[in-house]
């Protein structure tokens, strides 16, 4: 194994200038050594050939699907599987590229490409699979955060070298446009996976997204994918959407509140416990957590009251 992992070839002072300028001015950036930008519907890039020593790259694939416990994910938004957060995981190939490439070379890459103060200590890392019917509808990564947050979602791709180039064996990236209202209406751009390649975009109120329906029956889309942290972007922030009519929760009394909830939710270890999980997952599942005797026609009051 070499010593250290190259993010491409090596990238001279003029063409990360000319990346920073693309990303800056919104211009576009069509395969300068395999690096493409655009800003349509919003800012993404794709890099294609990542590491360039092709024995890593399939080292780092065979140790992934071997090694790695992979949990199903299942609801009506999703239906894939993805393992637990890797920043720990201690697998030779994966530790190298998490440690070497992500937190080393391909930060400092980022940092001058996008100009953002990005953290070098919280770069959220996971591994995930879809195979046949498996998806991910439009989201948009964004989570309400307060000083820092995700800033830039990457994903590296894993698939088989024959993922088909026409889409017929689906999974693409597709992007979607925003109306006014920063709804997502329509998918604009769609991103193929390709073997050792990745893509990255800037979080934010737009970036809406989703993994196509995986159309091949006997190929995996594998990628390591995750987020990079830092400052949130003050404009990116979620405005809180409440239904019309719909009172906010801040108006709801307190002894409304404590009559409500059950026991287990108002003590703070647990309430430390599911924040932890909530962060690390961005989801969780709270069972029972209204007592039974609030009738539901007095919970519809007290909301729409
Ligand atoms: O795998 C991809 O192309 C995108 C995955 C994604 O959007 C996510 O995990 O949030
Ligand atoms: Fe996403």
Known sequence: MPESIN????????IINKLQESYAKKTKIDDLKGITISHEPFTHCVIQNLVSDPSFVSELNSEIQSKLKYHKKNNDLYQ????????KNKSKYLSKFRDQFLYGQFLEFLKKITNINLSSTKIDVTSSKY??????????????????????????????????EDGSDGGNLDLFRVNEHFEPVQIVKSL??????????????????????????????????????GPVNPKAKKKTEILSGLNSY????????????????????????????????????????????????????????
């Open 7 to 14: 993010l491409l070839r090596e990238f001279d002072d003029t």
């Open 80 to 87: 894939f599987h993805q393992t637990q957060d890797l920043g």
């Open 131 to 164: 195979e046949f019917s498996d998806y991910l509808l439009c989201h948009d990564d964004n989570i309400n955060q307060d000083q820092h947050g995700r800033r830039i979602a990457f994903i590296y791709y894993l698939v088989p070298e024959d993922w088909c």
């Open 192 to 229: 193929i996976p390709r073997r050792n390649s990745l893509a990255f975009f800037e979080v934010s109120d737009s970036s809406f997204h989703q993994v196509a329906e995986i159309l091949s029956k006997n190929k995996t889309r594998l990628s390591i994918n995750g987020w990079f942290h």
């Open 250 to 305: 801040e108006s709801v009394e307190p002894d409304i509140f404590f009559e409500w909830i059950t026991e287990r939710y108002l003590k703070p270890i647990n309430q430390t416990g599911i924040q932890m999980k909530f962060s690390s997952s961005s989801e969780i599942k709270l069972d029972k957590i209204f007592h039974f005797n609030i009738s539901v026609n007095k919970q519809i009051h007290i909301l729409y009251d």
